[in-house]
């Protein structure tokens, strides 16, 4: 089992924390000039995205965590599962509904996205920033409604919705930025 | 590395305020007719502080390290000289890197022959009192009184020093006598004030450990902000080189100071251990914990024992963290604002 003392620590270190893998995000050290050392430090739960604070005394060791980073290209899902390839080795990974939690939302085949792997399974997986995505159903807009900034709801092909100006039709490819889940403009 | 890199991380008007800090410093001591003295940064000797790490260089094929703090080599300069001396030079520590910790770093040290440890946090006082003062005056110069009505009268404050011992500040904040308690019931206080305990601090750890983990969490961030606090009379536990007597209830305790701002530790000061055998054997004890915590054992200053043992005078000596000091002094959030090349530039 590969461990990480507190010295070793530094921003983007992957530890295992209460049995989930984690990136530590600020490691400050409190040390008092003739005392003993500690270590105080945020990490990210690769999992579920939490944050967490822990402190540690120094020297202490840690669980390394086997985490890897890899772009894959989304293929197809199941229903249970999703399907990605590395494009490299052609390699495929099947993630469930929790690795890819809200992606599932914005992905509906060929997009590129960032898998993390704990121990060679997915646990989680990034949509890119933007997609392009077709509405499926929006209500025809008022004519003469001029008014600035008005929206309303439109479904998108993989059944998200998004609040989009009034002058977007059905078959319109939107432009999406997937990180705050609103419409940036027609593709 | 970013384009602009090579530049000091310091600003132009802290770097100005440094050189007037070590000018000042330097004028207080010329007054008062203290030498100052040069010792070597590199030593064949190591540290046996369980806390403190030496950064090892080598010379030809003999191993040396940087001096964590020049006092073993200035009690050598006391013991066959007896006077007044001061010096100002860089220390070194491993794997110190922080917002308030630079892995080198440059402190000012002194000592005063027949004082006790009142006289020199009192001496010490006069200094940090005549640099705060300058400071504030010189920010009260920058402001435009054409355009404020702000009186200068109130931007030269005058300093406040509070004052404590380290038993009254635990009484006070976390409840436990610090000479009597346990690591049990350090660990009851540390969980009746809501903080966390850390991952591998357990109750078989040593007291101290606990105490510094109480020290760092409640007591220390319990001193007024915007003030200058000195703590005295440290568990004798935690006597590193300082003498040992009894306080009022009759307790032993260590004749150790140290001098904070708000929350910044800016000195530590000692009524100096003069006993040769007993500094040997701390200096054993220290080891001992060095070899249980995992670490390289020590080398001990031969000839510091030596000086001890052929006699150095009564005294009391504090050394202070210079770069912390002008942290206080140009209200610096970070030690890499005030040192032209903090680690990561050097």
Known sequence: MATYSTNQFKNGLKIIMDNDPCSITENIMVKPGKGQAFNRVKMKNLKTGRVLERTFKSTESVEAADVDEMNVEYLYSDGEYWHFMDPTSFEQYAADAVAVGDTAKWIKGQEVCVMTLWNSSPISIAAPNFVELAVAQTDPGLKGDTAQGATKPATLETGSEVKVPLFINEGDVLKIDTRTGEYVSRA | ?346
């Open chain 2, 1 to 346: 590395m970013v384009e602009n890199g090579w530049q000091s991380s310091a600003s132009n008007e802290i770097l100005l305020e440094r050189a007037l800090m070590l000018k000042n410093i330097r004028a207080f001591f010329d007054e008062r007719g203290v030498l100052e003295v040069e010792t070597p940064l590199l030593s064949q000797y190591s540290t046996t502080d369980p806390h403190l790490g030496s950064l090892q260089s080598r010379f030809r094929d003999q191993p040396c390290y940087l001096n964590t703090s020049p006092e073993y080599a200035m009690k050598r300069l006391l013991a066959g000289w007896k006077k007044p001396i001061y010096q100002i030079c860089k220390a070194f520590r491993d794997d110190e890197l922080g917002p308030g910790h630079n892995p080198e770093f440059t402190m000012l040290e002194w000592y005063q022959p027949d004082y006790d440890a009142g006289e020199l946090m009192a001496e010490l006082a006069e200094l940090v009192t005549g640099l705060w003062q300058l400071a504030q005056s010189k920010e009260a110069e920058s402001i435009d009184y054409q355009s404020t009505l702000t009186p200068l009268i109130s931007l030269l404050h005058t300093v406040q020093f509070d004052s404590l011992s380290y038993q009254q500040a635990f009484i006070d904040v976390v409840g436990i006598n610090p000479h009597k308690a346990t690591s049990a019931e350090c660990y009851q206080a540390a969980k009746s004030n809501n903080i966390d305990i850390p991952q591998g601090l357990g109750l078989t750890d040593e007291l101290d450990d606990w105490l510094d983990w109480l020290l760092t969490q409640l007591v220390i961030p319990a001193f007024k902000k915007d003030r200058f606090t000195f703590m005295y009379d440290y568990p004798t536990s935690q006597c590193a080189l300082a003498k040992i007597t009894k306080n009022e209830q009759q307790v032993p305790v260590a004749k150790r100071f140290e001098l904070f701002f708000g929350e910044i530790e800016l000195a530590n000061g000692f009524h100096e251990l003069t006993d040769a055998n007993e500094q040997l054997q701390r200096f054993k004890k220290e080891n001992k914990a060095r070899i249980k915590a995992g670490l390289d054992c020590g080398h001990i200053d031969e000839n510091f024992i030596a000086a001890l043992r052929s006699g150095l005078p009564e005294c009391s000596g504090v050394a202070v963290g210079l770069d912390r000091l002008l942290m206080v002094l140009a209200k610096a959030a970070h030690i890499e604002q005030v040192i032209s090349f903090p680690w990561g530039k050097a």
